[in-house]
């Protein structure tokens, strides 16, 4: 979870990146938010993620399918009641966009091994453009016993029957920030500052026709708001694709689920809060997922909408606690103490559990009816 602990102060180091992106200052200008997140992540040779696996405990941050394997198991069961409920299809695509080290798919294929025909029916298709964790996930799932297709994205994706989940994926992707002036929202840009360290400054015009885009609750936002919006290619995509040829996408993240004003972007390394402008490329950038605005780009291109409810309520409606008691009736009471401690923060309240912050939204075919967790 990239929920994490005390501040730690840093010393200011010049990253290889922070080279290049001050020569792109220099040339262009100060850059829009999302140009700088985009390039701290994604670089191919001094991002984030091109360069580290960045979970787990000597990781810099760690994720529910990293805490348990329940996690992923239940979502391979919920991935198998939704292809019943599909008509179980023949030629699925099981597909997930940024896998980490592959731990969730490895631990939903193995639960679905009672389920052969749904096995049988499925070719796994991940998204990442990680070669780094590209080469993890081939690793982890080369004894899966099912096929294993990478795509670097959404676009690449076969025209299939498709059942999609992506955890703790939107909240990677770049955000662009604006920042509410008496005449209109202005972009919030990353430049040099006088005493030359990166600095955040505005754009000085204000950007056109953003008022008309803004969600109703931005209207009356006083002078001084920030508002933070993604692009909703990859949902708009994937929706059209689910709307076409059936499916169900499954989207579980942290963050709000009415759109607001007010800064989210967050940096985390070595498990703690850092400044996100002080060494790009070595620590992981996110922003809270806007479910309201994700719901909107889905229906917009015709999908149907469910949830979101809290990660607590969707595992514990799957089946989390019979599962934590199974598993625990074959533990050592080490074991068992974790398979508890993992258990509250999975589905716990709270800041410091995953519970209500994080949530889980389903897009969906509008031609299937209730889904499994969401409705019943
Ligand atoms: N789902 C995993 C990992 C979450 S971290 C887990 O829960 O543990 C984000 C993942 O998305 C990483 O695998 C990262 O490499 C990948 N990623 C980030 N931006 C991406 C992009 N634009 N396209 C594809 N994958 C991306």
Not at 136 to 144: P, T, Y
Request: proline letters at 7%.
């Amino acid at each position: 979870m990239r929920c994490v602990y005390p501040r730690e102060r840093r010393e200011a180091v010049t990253t290889p990146l922070e080279v290049e992106i001050r020569r792109i200052i220099a040339v262009d200008g100060p850059m829009p938010v999302a140009t700088y997140m985009a390039l701290c992540l994604g670089h191919p040779v001094h991002g984030y993620y091109a360069t580290r696996d960045p979970f787990g405990g000597g990781g810099d941050f760690t994720t529910a399918p990293e805490i348990s394997q329940m996690f992923g198991e239940l979502i391979g069961l919920w991935a198998a009641a939704v292809w019943h409920e599909m008509g179980a299809p023949d030629g699925l695509a099981l597909v997930e966009l940024g896998p980490g080290r592959g731990t969730l798919m490895a631990d939903a294929l193995r639960a679905v091994r009672v389920m052969p025909a749904f096995r049988a029916a499925l070719s796994v298709h991940l998204v990442e453009t990680s070669p780094v964790l590209q080469h993890m996930q081939h690793e982890r799932l080369a004894g899966s016993g099912s096929p294993v297709i990478w795509h670097r994205h959404v676009a690449e994706l076969t025209d299939a029957p498709m059942i999609v989940i992506a955890n703790e994926f939107f909240d990677a992707l770049p955000i662009h920030q604006a920042v509410r002036a008496a005449d209109g929202w202005h972009e919030r840009m990353i430049g040099v500052g006088p005493d030359g360290a990166l600095a955040f400054a505005l754009h000085p015009d204000p950007i056109r026709g953003l008022d008309a885009m803004l969600p109703e609750e931005l209207a009356a936002a006083p002078i001084g708001s920030l508002y933070e919006w993604r692009s909703h290619e990859d949902i708009v995509e994937l929706a059209r694709r689910l709307v076409r040829r059936g499916g169900v996408a499954l989207v579980i993240d942290y963050g709000h689920a009415a759109s607001a004003a007010g800064e989210t972007l967050q940096a985390v390394g070595r498990h703690a809060f850092a400044d996100p402008l002080a060494a790009p490329g070595e620590v992981d950038l996110t922003a809270h997922v806007d479910f309201a605005a994700l719901a909107r780009a889905a229906e917009g291109a015709g999908a149907r909408v469910h949830g979101p409810i809290g990660q607590g309520e969707f595992l514990r409606r799957l089946g989390i606690e019979t599962r934590a008691a199974a598993l625990k009736a074959a533990a050592t009471p080490t074991q068992a103490a974790e398979i508890d401690a993992a258990l509250a923060r999975l589905t716990g309240g709270g800041r410091d559990a995953m519970g209500e912050l994080f949530k889980a939204l389903a897009i969906a075919d509008p031609k299937l009816g209730a889904l499994p967790a969401f409705d019943s």
